[in-house]
């Protein structure tokens, strides 16, 4: 009988380390989607949650009677808060600013549960095994479910789950063993807690069920708390939550939580994006453009008759696939996707330039902003030094710049970052109505900053149809004040020395994200 029931407390740690591990995972990407900064809220979340185990092993060592009533106390407890966490977060965003209390509440509260049920288990197999092999194989059980609960978090959870019903799954898994767990021992509970946990069982089981099964809509209201507008669209990826919304009959576009575009004037975006990198290139037969996977550049690139070939890089498979089949975004790209000049490649675009052996005419970059240091990599010297090696030697490169304005920082280190990397460079920006004040960094190998300066103000834009750009705009775009705040003292942003981030979350822009 000791055997059995010592398999058994293993089992429900084993379930402990899975449903725990995950749910840390799963908080911690919120927190990077919500917050940014990835590096600083897994390192937070995690550490604190280390901490909370701690703190819930001293707590647990005021227990000294009703041993196995207190762990399945902390078992539901936790089945409970691992499986609603992620939703209770979407919910709370739609109505307050301070989502991070909840979050790392949560972390904190999941970290005290697993941290008392270790030594509760310990004491509660204390009979049944000597301590050497006691305390062995209860560390044991919840490590290799921690392991379990990774690997199925990085492999099924999150790119066919997603954030909303991997924490279900889990937590639920937790659940069962708990019942298991209860029914099993049963016999060796008081009569008062036993017919409180036969009464609490159902009552959680259907609460869950509920919860599980109304999950996207409950999502889905809370976004639409948050955003305002009408949510049309929403996708956890495995790579970042895609959420469209509708005010009367524009759209926007949001990756985890970051405007990127608006129908209203994204030209106003994709225009100076464009047009002058392929103004600048002496041959456009080859293009190759990293991100903007809504498809509005390659609309623009197609405008040139000479281009021959056009290489969209997007890491997000789910996203070139709305820009190829989502009705607005057809309509906003006119079905640019379909031309047999393009050719998508779902990669990053790190992998990509370094394992590609194409030599490319024109580059234009255009990724999220740099508010992560997973983003940030894509705007290092390194990157851009990949980017140079696989440019013609006339070629020309433009890359999204953040504001000049918002983000001053981020903007000229962007700036001197690419010229590090052997580049001329020349800053341009617009006014976007629905953004503000945006910038973009222009390279050249072979043109001079002051002749990429002077081929712009003698372009008229006159081969190709466009909504804004003019000979006019253009000067206007070439044309700077003083910045707003210094900026001499900018570091180049490296792979080793990831400025640029810092910078970016350093401007007022990241305020009004």
Request: charged fraction near 20%.
């Amino acid at each position: 009988m000791g055997s059995k029931r010592s398999r058994i407390l293993k089992l429900a740690l084993f379930a402990t380390g899975l449903s725990g591990i995950v749910a840390e995972y799963i908080l911690s990407t919120l927190a990077t989607y919500f917050l940014g900064d990835s590096i600083f809220q897994w390192t937070m979340i995690l550490s604190i949650m280390l901490f909370a185990m701690g703190l819930g092993s001293r707590i647990s060592a005021s227990f000294e009677k009703n041993i196995l009533e207190k762990f399945l106390w902390a078992e539901f407890a936790l089945s409970l808060l691992t499986s609603t966490a992620a939703l209770s977060c979407y919910v709370v965003m739609g109505y307050t600013n301070y989502v991070a209390v909840f979050i790392y509440g949560f972390a904190i509260a999941i970290g005290l549960l697993i941290g008392m049920e270790i030594p509760l288990v310990t004491r509660i197999n204390e009979n049944n095994e000597e301590l050497r092999t006691n305390i062995a194989g209860v560390m044991e059980n919840d490590y290799y479910g921690s392991l379990i609960g990774g690997l199925f978090f990085v492999f099924v959870g999150l790119p066919y789950l997603g954030l909303t019903h991997t924490p279900f799954v889990l937590g639920g898994i937790n659940f069962l063993v708990a019942i298991f767990l209860f029914w099993k021992l049963r016999n060796h509970i008081n009569p008062l807690p036993r017919k409180i946990f036969t009464a609490l069982i159902p009552v959680l089981f259907f609460t869950l069920l509920f919860l599980a099964y109304g999950a996207n809509e409950i999502i889905l209201h809370g976004e639409q708390e948050r955003y305002g507008d009408k949510v049309v669209f929403s996708e956890q990826t495995r790579f970042q939550k895609i959420t469209i919304t509708q005010y009367k009959e524009h759209y926007w576009l949001y990756l985890n939580g970051s405007k990127q575009l608006c129908t209203f004037d994204e030209w106003l975006y994709h225009e100076p994006l464009v047009h002058p990198a392929m103004h600048l290139s002496k041959n456009t037969k080859s293009v190759l453009i990293l991100g903007a996977g809504d498809g509005c550049a390659i609309r623009e690139v197609l405008k040139y008759k000479q281009v021959e070939q056009i290489t969209l890089v997007d890491i997000d498979p789910e996203m070139t696939k709305i820009g190829m089949s989502n009705p607005i975004f057809i309509k906003m790209n006119d079905s640019a996707y379909y031309d047999p000049k393009v050719k998508v490649v779902n990669n990053d675009a790190f992998q990509f330039l370094e394992n590609t052996d194409q030599f490319y005419d024109v580059m234009i970059l255009d990724f999220p902003d740099p508010k992560s240091i997973d983003i940030n990599r894509v705007y290092t010297k390194e990157f851009y030094q990949l980017c140079s090696r696989r440019l013609r030697k006339n070629g020309v490169l433009v890359t999204q710049a953040v504001s000049p304005y918002y983000t001053t920082k981020a903007f000229r280190s962007i700036e001197k970052t690419v010229a590090s990397a052997g580049f001329n460079t020349l800053p341009i920006h617009n006014h976007v109505y629905s953004f503000g004040e945006w910038g973009w960094i222009i390279g050249s190998k072979t043109l001079s900053s002051d002749e990429i300066k002077e081929e712009l103000k003698a372009s008229s834009f006159n081969d190709v149809k466009t909504e804004w750009m003019t000979p006019e705009a253009i000067q206007l775009m070439i044309s700077f004040g003083k910045d707003l705040r210094p900026s001499d003292s900018v570091e180049v942003n490296t792979i080793q020395n990831p400025v640029l981030y810092r910078y970016y979350l350093d401007g007022t822009w990241a305020r009004y994200l």
